[in-house]
């Protein structure tokens, strides 16, 4: 099955500096990655996705590259502000119905 | 407003105890799955359903029983089979294609 790798797992910027954040996968034949944004104690939010025949998707302050070459896709957040503070998920998709998680990174925006 | 919503948000469990916990949506979405969250990992299958009266196993299946006689509802039971329940449960659904999932605000399970 697909494997979903995340980095890094905890990440701390100042307001207004950008973040990102970069996931792996192995299995070629996922072909949608969605990102989530989980606040404490609520289930996660999709906040931005790719489908794998785009390189780049962006909305606002968020934006979202993909490299099917190299199997990996980040995820960037510019001007952050303190209430970009979550933790965020990336996720393979497989066979158009099993979604891989990545183990989530803890973003820390510091005022 | 459409959306899904599990209950109850906290939930004990007492040794030898099967405990269900509830996820309904108002989507009408087809596919419904349940996953498992501990700290600092992520978010790991343990059944989804892509049809009323159809379910197939997750990566984490065992000690879990789920079932889906309705299109909006799919109850998950954890067994007393499962040594080790106490995590933070999460249902979701989506409909059919290259869709995202949406998440409900979570089953928080913990041990008496």
């Given at each position: 099955g697909e494997n979903v790798e995340q980095h890094p797992s905890t990440l701390s910027v100042q307001e207004g500096d950008s973040a990102v954040i970069k996931c792996t996968y192995s299995?070629?034949?996922?072909n949608y990655f969605p990102w989530y944004k989980q606040e404490l104690g609520k289930g996660p939010q999709l906040i931005i996705d790719i489908r794998s025949n785009v390189g780049e998707k962006k909305d606002q302050r968020i934006a979202v590259t993909l490299n099917k070459t190299a199997k990996h896709f980040s995820l960037h957040i510019t001007e952050?502000?303190?209430?970009?503070?979550a933790v965020y998920f990336c996720a393979g998709v497989y066979n158009f119905n099993k979604f891989y998680f990545g183990s989530g990174t803890k973003l820390n925006v510091k005022p | 407003d459409g959306g899904i919503t599990q209950s109850p948000k906290y939930l004990f469990r007492k040794e030898g105890q099967n405990v269900t916990l509830s996820c309904e949506q108002n989507?009408?979405?087809?596919a419904m799955y349940w996953y498992r969250q501990d700290p600092g990992q992520g978010l790991r299958l343990i059944y989804y359903s892509q049809i009323v009266n159809d379910f197939q196993k997750g990566d984490i299946a065992e000690g879990y029983s789920v079932s889906r006689e309705k299109k909006e509802s799919f109850p998950l039971t954890v067994t007393?089979?499962?040594?080790?329940?106490t995590a933070f449960y999460l249902c979701a659904s989506r409909t059919d294609g290259n869709q995202p999932q949406h998440f409900g605000d979570g089953t928080r399970l913990s041990i008496l």
């Open positions: 299995d070629s034949a996922s952050t502000q303190p209430e970009d503070s | 989507l009408n979405h087809d007393s089979a499962q040594k080790n329940p």
